[in-house]
């Protein structure tokens, strides 16, 4: 190769890349890329849709629980919101005034009727009560003396020795002096009463609560502030009330039962709290709510029950006995009838349709359309149609291979209001 020096032509430099057509060529592979990612996720997406609604179709297996058609006693029952009352809550107020002198009871014991619950300065009525007593003992004998004179002024007018005015007017002194020893025995009997006043006792047996009067604060009679509040614990009852439209069939029962069962139950119908009798119903029906108000009565011997507390209350009418009964969640309410899902063979579901009876909250009974120790769907129901195949979790039922039916189990339970029938 010849150097410039030398007189030859120079060599030619690299070419230099053309800048866009790399960069379009960048972007193409990028856009390439994109798809072929955006096909895949499509793809991807595609299948998992297919797979659900291969479960909802029936296609392919759905969990579901299930539960076995029973026999049991289904009571017939009207729920009602009810409030515990007790038959006497008394606010034991002082009914003479003086300082408190003594408090003898316990905030929150039992008390008996009569028992001492404090005293009140009793000096005042004590003296008072002797003053009275003095006041009878003179004119008591101021009488004696009028009643002498007068048997001596009888003698004296038979002898013609006094005059009739005399006798007359000393008659008329011994009547005075009655009249008056009679109103000193009643001024004793007050200021006895009063004296009586100073020991406050418990007018009813019951519960005391907390007391609102400290030791030393001079009470009044019938002040407004209660010394403390007595409430009767034992019976308790509970008022509550049931539709206008129920009375028919609930005064037909009681009739030919004589007393009707009712169940007092939690807020959340959990819990049983205590088995009571209706007692008595009011003498008119409330025209606003058109509800007629009714008590029933409790035993409380386990103070179950305490004042004021809100709860569900079961009016039992009757029992309907040996009924199928299938969970409340089991049945399902179609556009012109109600339905469950009953397992068969293979693990597949039928619709069947089912006459309903009355319930008791958690279970309802079965009139038509179910036989004892099928098994049909408690839940997933939502999500089945008819000749589905389900899959139950765990151990198959006994009923789906043609086993005995155990007994349904579960608690009671409800919402109030209504009759259910």
């Given at each position: 190769?010849e ?38 996720a ?5 299948g ?30 009207i ?9 006497a ?22 008390v ?16 008072a ?7 009878l003992?003179?004119d ?28 007359t ?5 011994v ?54 509040t ?29 007393s ?25 029906i409330?025209?606003?709510?058109g ?71 958690a279970f ?36 789906a ?21």
């Open positions: 190769m150097s410039p020096q030398d007189g030859g032509q120079p060599d030619l430099a690299p070419a230099t890349p053309d800048l866009t057509a790399v960069r379009r060529h960048r972007r193409i592979a990028f856009i390439g890329l994109a798809v072929f990612i955006g096909i895949i499509i793809a991807v997406y595609r998992h849709k297919d797979q659900q609604l291969n479960h909802v179709h029936g296609d392919g297996p759905l969990p579901v629980a299930v539960a076995q058609v029973a026999a049991r006693n289904v009571p017939v029952v729920e009602a919101l009810g409030t515990v009352t007790p038959l809550t008394v606010n034991v107020r002082p009914q003479v005034t003086g300082a408190l002198e003594r408090i003898v009871f316990q905030e929150g014991e039992m008996h009727a009569g028992s001492l619950l404090a005293v009140i300065d009793p000096r005042p009525y004590q003296a009560l002797d003053q009275a007593r003095g006041q003992a003179r008591q004998a101021a009488l004696a003396s009028a009643k002498i004179d007068l048997a001596r002024y009888k003698r004296l007018l038979a002898q013609d020795s006094v005059s009739e005015q005399t006798y007017d000393q008659r008329a002194t009547g005075q002096d009655q009249a008056q020893v009679e109103a000193d025995q009643a001024a004793v009997e007050s200021a006895r009463l009063n004296l009586s006043y100073c020991n406050i006792t418990s007018p009813v047996t019951g519960q005391v609560g907390l007391r609102q009067v400290d030791l030393g604060n001079l009470v009044q009679a019938d002040q407004a502030t209660p010394i403390v007595v409430t009767q614990m034992r019976p308790m009852s509970v008022l509550f009330t049931v539709p206008e439209n129920e009375l028919a069939e609930i005064f037909r029962q009681m009739h030919g039962a004589g009707l069962e009712v169940e007092a139950y939690s807020r959340d119908m959990r819990h049983l709290i205590a088995t009571g009798k209706l007692a008595s119903v009011d003498n008119e409330n025209t606003t709510t509800t007629l108000q009714m008590r029933a009565m409790f035993s409380n011997d386990q103070l179950q029950l305490f004042p004021n507390e809100f709860v569900n209350v079961k009016l039992i009418l009757r029992t309907l006995k040996n009924q199928l009964v299938v969970p409340g969640a089991a049945v399902q309410n179609g556009p012109s009838s109600n339905f469950v899902y009953v397992v068969g063979p293979k693990d597949t579901v039928s619709l069947r349709t089912v006459v309903t009876g009355p319930s008791d909250g309802i009974s079965i009139m038509k359309g179910l036989k004892l120790g099928e098994t049909i769907v408690t839940d997933g129901a939502d999500q089945l149609r008819n000749g589905a195949h389900v899959r139950i979790p765990g151990e198959r039922p006994a009923a291979r043609g086993g005995k039916a155990p007994l349904l189990h579960g608690r009671r339970g409800g919402k109030p209001g209504g009759t259910h029938a």
